[in-house]
T-cell receptor, first 113, second 115 residues
Framework: DGGITQSPKYLFRKEGQNVTLSCEQN?????MYWYRQDPGQGLRLIYY???????QKGDIAEGYSVSREKKESFPLTVTSAQKNPTAFYLC????????????FGPGTRLTVT | AQTVTQSQPEMSVQEAETVTLSCTYD???????LFWYKQPPSRQMILVIR??????QNATENRFSVNFQKAAKSFSLKISDSQLGDAAMYFC????????????FGKGITLSVRP
């Protein structure tokens, strides 16, 4: 079955450590996205990539980094510079073209203490 | 910049009844896309329904329909014959056309369904 995989579902880290969240899709989608979700907030865009080896900052990119070396993979690194990293992180992907919608992965809950 | 507003943080509906979730947005564009996403307790985001701004006809997907008022910049979701499985957070989202278009989400509304 085609879909988006995010692993792990729950992640715990100590403050000051970098952590990388995995996102893999086998939908052959061109575009991939990372969102952050906090209680009482909608989803906020961190980074997105329309094509391999290219990505753009979203609305809240500070303290995060990404890479897009393969079409199917878009890992997100939460660095120690991110002041409030504890959140639920969602990855999404989309086919090229205006008509198509974004499909979402199951998410990763990151807790930093 | 576009903004999406969902002013009701919570709503409740009796099973089998109808409920309407409100959403307004602000944009200066004439062509765009609007979406309703559902996020159940599993937290998996699921597309419920989509509306293209150039279409005057309101979108319908089984028990889900929208009331799209372009001039008023309003995009409400109506759920008919509510079921227990409809209990979830619902997010309204806006997207401009174009290669680098992004989804802008509202803050969401929590819908509970009373048996």
């Amino acid at each position: 079955d085609g879909g988006i995989t995010q692993s792990p579902k729950y992640l715990f880290r100590k403050e000051g450590q970098n952590v990388t969240l995995s996102c893999e899709q086998n939908l052959n989608h061109d575009a991939m996205y990372w969102y952050r979700q906090d209680p009482g907030q909608g989803l906020r865009l961190i980074y997105y990539s329309q094509i391999v080896n290219d990505f753009q900052k979203g609305d809240i990119a500070e303290g995060y980094s990404v890479s897009r070396e393969k079409k199917e993979s878009f890992p997100l690194t939460v660095t120690s510079a991110q002041k409030n990293p504890t959140a639920f992180y969602l990855c999404a992907s989309k086919r090229a073209g205006d008509y198509y919608e974004q499909y979402f992965g199951p998410g990763t809950r990151l807790t930093v203490t | 910049a576009q903004t999406v507003t969902q002013s009701q943080p919570e709503m409740s509906v009796q099973e089998a009844e109808t409920v309407t979730l409100s959403c307004t947005y602000d944009t200066s564009e004439s062509d765009y896309y609007l979406f309703w996403y559902k996020q159940p307790p599993s937290r998996q985001m699921i597309l419920v329904i989509r509306q293209e701004a150039y279409k005057q006809q309101n979108a319908t997907e089984n028990r889900f329909s929208v009331n799209f008022q372009k001039a008023a910049k309003s995009f409400s979701l109506k759920i008919s014959d509510s079921q227990l499985g409809d209990a979830a957070m619902y997010f309204c989202a806006y997207r401009s056309p174009g290669v680098n278009s992004k989804l802008t989400f509202g803050k969401g509304i929590t819908l509970s369904v009373r048996p």
